[in-house]
């Protein structure tokens, strides 16, 4: 089971950090990653970290302005998010695969879910 939190509203330039404790063994085997939907549009990815040697990955839009960790004595992931813009207004969605290898930007290959945080970003 996965449980984000640390969405809300915050001004464009703000700041937010957004936590996934996941709950369960093994989180050192799975892969962690956040997507976001905006409302009327797919699912898209946002940043991950791989499994074994954590290597993180971000989507060009957020690239320079967000980092994502992990601690596994904790089972938790975190995304800090920097210099907000309105475009990032989404619910954020903790997703977590077993072992994925080389897959890391794909929606498809994550078995675990968060019910998901609402950012919104104001102008």
């Known amino acids: 089971q996965l449980v984000e939190s640390g969405g809300g509203v915050v001004k464009a330039g703000g700041s937010l950090t957004l936590s996934c404790a996941a709950s369960g063994r093994h989180f050192s085997n799975y892969a962690m990653a956040w997507f976001r939907q905006a409302p009327g549009k797919e699912r898209e990815f946002v940043a991950a970290?791989?499994?074994?040697?954590?290597?993180?990955d971000y989507a060009d839009s957020v690239k320079g302005r967000s980092t994502i960790s992990r601690d596994n004595a904790r089972s938790t992931v975190n995304l800090q998010m920097n210099s907000l813009r309105p475009e990032d207004t989404a619910v954020y969605y903790c997703?977590?695969?077993?072992?994925?290898?080389?897959?890391?930007?794909?929606?498809?290959?994550?078995?675990?879910w968060g019910q998901g945080t609402q950012v919104t970003v104001s102008s």
């Open positions: 997703a977590g695969d077993y072992q994925n290898v080389g897959a890391l930007r794909l929606a498809a290959e994550y078995d675990y």
């Open positions: 970290v791989s499994w074994k040697d954590g290597i993180t």
